[in-house]
């Protein structure tokens, strides 16, 4: 008797998922979706060729990262771009490790065998490439000249506001409605926002220097299209009910928002502020990975099932012009509050920025020179002390009011229960009025240090090396004139709440 093909026995195993009828059991997290018991497997890989594949990759990626070690090239890099990934990679770890959850409350979530399977090697996937990150930053933190920064990163992420962005970002991958996890993460950010992250961003680490990222991230994106497959799957199986589309539709436009608001706003920053060298603008890379082949190609395909590309999309077409060079220069306002140093804009990045994004001078140059002229401590001044008032934080995306452009906020202020919130949108405070209650929760983050010494609020974040007295942040690259807290104390400046004040 000739025995069956393993992939045989795959197929008939996950017909053994049966229910019985003397008990009801609610489901762990109920959805008001309707979800087909049957649909089509994604993964279709056997876990041992699984294991195997991943095992070797593995092997590949710690290969490349002991040769950066062996070749000292962690220093050959632009200090410039390694500052980035000091908030940088903190920050995709995290979406890592949500997504490990989101794939477990998948699977304790959909009664549908087939897509469990899929879920299942998600979720090995993400624990895999949360393991990659980890050791990437042990590789700068071993490495790099400058470790501040990488030694607490994950601690001093959490007390930042790209801490909060990122968490405002990634936490819908495991909470809310089963569905909405599933389009969150496997069809928009999968889908619409992995490729500009982990292939096109490893491009400027490249050309900046950095061997190591791009090792890491083009291992983790060997991976991606499986999620992507995933997040299909789910979609086309709840399109077998029309009752599904308008909640589907709903899904599709509030998370495309908000990941538009995050993921353009922190690839955008990292690829062109922390850059020497810049191999594109950011707004082309949206329009080849976001417009052309999410929305021209993967929603294209769906309009036959009722689903249409969102309905924001001129939005974000508009706000991706200007919103990561707003956001840039209100982090190097802001910059005492950093645990990484930003390098001023000169001339020719000014040339650059021009080029590509006309007007870019008149609006955001004057911003930078006075950055640059204030960046030494003798100057006395920070760039937060000429704001009329520090831009409050959206309470829906985190990121800051100032979008699409910091001289031309659409920043609307919401009263709810005596309480003010600040949505720094149209399309965030759509968001919030669907469900207040998911964001009035959290404080806004100048609330927390509302009154205090700005010297105290770095002390109080940790955010000092370990001297004691040197801030990890500087508005510079030049070890020789670093700020202290001391520097920072006699300024005698205040942190304000602005939606207090």
Same mark, same amino acid.
């Not at 197929?11 to 959805?31: C, L, M, N, Q, V």
């Not at 594949?53 to 290969?63: A, F, I, L, Q, T």
């Given at each position: 008797?000739?025995?069956?093909?393993?992939?045989?026995?795959?197929?008939?195993?996950?017909?053994?998922?049966?229910?019985?009828?003397?008990?009801?059991?609610?489901?762990?997290?109920?959805?008001?979706?309707?979800? *087909?018991?049957?649909?089509? $497997? =994604?993964?279709? /890989?056997? &876990?041992?060729?699984?294991?195997?594949? +991943?095992?070797?990759?593995? #092997?590949?990626?710690?290969?490349?990262?002991?040769?950066?070690?062996?070749?000292?090239?962690?220093?050959?890099?632009?200090?410039?771009?390694?500052?980035?990934?000091?908030?940088?990679?903190?920050?995709?770890?995290?979406?890592?490790?949500?997504?490990?959850?989101?794939?477990?409350?998948?699977?304790?979530?959909?009664?549908?065998?087939?897509?469990?399977?899929?879920?299942?090697?998600?979720?090995?996937?993400?624990?895999?490439?949360?393991?990659?990150?980890?050791?990437?930053?042990?590789?700068?933190?071993?490495?790099?000249?400058?470790?501040?920064?990488?030694?607490?990163?994950?601690?001093?992420?959490?007390?930042?506001?790209?801490?909060?962005?990122?968490?405002?970002?990634?936490? *819908?991958?495991?909470?809310? $409605? =089963?569905?909405? /996890?599933? &389009?969150?993460?496997?069809?928009?950010? +999968?889908?619409?926002?992995? #490729?500009?992250?982990?292939?096109?961003?490893?491009?400027?680490?490249?050309?900046?220097?950095?061997?190591?990222?791009?090792?890491?991230?083009?291992?983790?994106?060997?991976?991606?299209?499986?999620?992507?497959?995933?997040?299909?799957?789910?979609?086309?199986?709840?399109?077998?009910?029309?009752?599904?589309?308008?909640?589907?539709?709903?899904?599709?436009?509030?998370?495309?928002?908000?990941?538009?608001?995050?993921?353009?706003?922190?690839?955008?920053?990292?690829?062109?502020?922390?850059?020497?060298?810049?191999?594109?603008?950011?707004?082309?890379?949206?329009?080849?990975?976001?417009?052309?082949?999410?929305?021209?190609?993967?929603?294209?395909?769906?309009?036959?099932?009722?689903?249409?590309?969102?309905?924001?999309? =001129?939005?974000?077409?508009?706000?991706?012009?200007?919103?990561?060079?707003?956001?840039?220069?209100?982090?190097?306002?802001?910059?005492?509050?950093?645990?990484?140093?930003?390098?001023?804009?000169?001339?020719?990045?000014?040339?650059?920025?021009?080029?590509?994004?006309?007007?870019?001078?008149?609006?955001?140059?004057?911003?930078?020179?006075?950055?640059?002229?204030?960046?030494?401590?003798?100057?006395?001044?920070?760039?937060?002390?000429?704001?009329?008032?520090?831009?409050?934080?959206?309470?829906?995306?985190?990121?800051?009011?100032?979008?699409?452009?910091?001289?031309?906020?659409?920043?609307?202020?919401?009263?709810?229960?005596?309480?003010?919130?600040?949505?720094?949108?149209?399309?965030?405070?759509?968001?919030?009025?669907?469900?207040?209650?998911?964001?009035?929760?959290?404080?806004?983050?100048?609330?927390?240090?509302?009154?205090?010494?700005?010297?105290?609020?770095?002390?109080?974040?940790?955010?000092?090396?370990?001297?004691?007295?040197?801030?990890?942040?500087?508005?510079?690259?030049?070890?020789?004139?670093?700020?202290?807290?001391?520097?920072?104390?006699?300024?005698?400046?205040?942190?304000?709440?602005?939606?207090?004040?």
């Amino acid at each position: 008797m000739v025995a069956p093909k393993l992939e045989t026995v795959h197929e008939k195993s996950k017909r053994y998922d049966w229910g019985f009828d003397y008990a009801k059991p609610d489901p762990k997290f109920p959805s008001r979706y309707i979800i *087909p018991p049957k649909g089509k $497997d =994604p993964f279709r /890989v056997m &876990m041992r060729g699984y294991a195997a594949m +991943e095992s070797e990759k593995d #092997n590949r990626v710690y290969g490349a990262l002991d040769s950066n070690v062996r070749f000292r090239n962690a220093n050959l890099a632009e200090p410039r771009f390694m500052e980035a990934m000091k908030f940088a990679v903190p920050a995709f770890t995290d979406a890592e490790y949500q997504a490990v959850c989101g794939a477990g409350f998948l699977i304790s979530s959909v009664k549908n065998q087939e897509l469990r399977q899929g879920y299942a090697g998600q979720m090995l996937d993400e624990v895999r490439h949360t393991q990659l990150e980890v050791a990437l930053r042990k590789y700068y933190l071993k490495n790099y000249h400058d470790p501040a920064g990488f030694d607490i990163g994950q601690q001093a992420l959490g007390n930042h506001p790209v801490g909060t962005l990122a968490r405002a970002s990634f936490q *819908p991958f495991n909470t809310g $409605d =089963p569905i909405e /996890v599933s &389009m969150c993460l496997g069809v928009v950010l +999968e889908t619409a926002y992995t #490729n500009p992250l982990v292939v096109a961003l490893p491009q400027v680490a490249t050309v900046n220097g950095d061997q190591a990222m791009p090792s890491t991230f083009l291992s983790i994106q060997s991976d991606e299209s499986r999620h992507m497959a995933n997040g299909y799957s789910t979609l086309m199986a709840c399109l077998e009910a029309t009752e599904n589309v308008p909640f589907l539709q709903e899904a599709l436009e509030r998370h495309f928002w908000h990941q538009h608001q995050s993921m353009d706003t922190l690839v955008g920053v990292v690829a062109e502020y922390y850059a020497v060298n810049r191999p594109w603008a950011y707004k082309d890379v949206w329009e080849e990975w976001v417009v052309d082949d999410f929305v021209g190609s993967y929603m294209s395909r769906l309009a036959p099932y009722g689903l249409r590309p969102p309905d924001r999309l =001129p939005d974000v077409a508009r706000f991706v012009n200007d919103m990561h060079h707003s956001v840039a220069i209100a982090l190097a306002a802001i910059w005492p509050l950093n645990f990484w140093r930003i390098d001023p804009m000169g001339p020719t990045d000014y040339e650059w920025f021009e080029k590509h994004y006309p007007g870019w001078t008149e609006r955001y140059g004057g911003l930078w020179d006075a950055y640059r002229a204030m960046s030494d401590p003798s100057s006395g001044r920070l760039l937060m002390q000429e704001l009329p008032a520090l831009p409050p934080f959206c309470q829906v995306c985190h990121v800051p009011c100032v979008m699409p452009r910091i001289d031309a906020p659409e920043t609307r202020i919401l009263d709810r229960d005596g309480k003010r919130y600040a949505v720094c949108s149209e399309g965030c405070e759509w968001i919030f009025r669907l469900n207040p209650t998911i964001y009035t929760g959290c404080a806004n983050w100048w609330e927390r240090f509302d009154g205090m010494d700005l010297a105290d609020v770095i002390l109080a974040l940790g955010y000092v090396r370990p001297d004691g007295k040197t801030l990890m942040g500087q508005p510079h690259l030049n070890p020789d004139r670093m700020w202290t807290i001391d520097d920072i104390r006699r300024l005698e400046y205040e942190v304000k709440d602005p939606l207090r004040v």
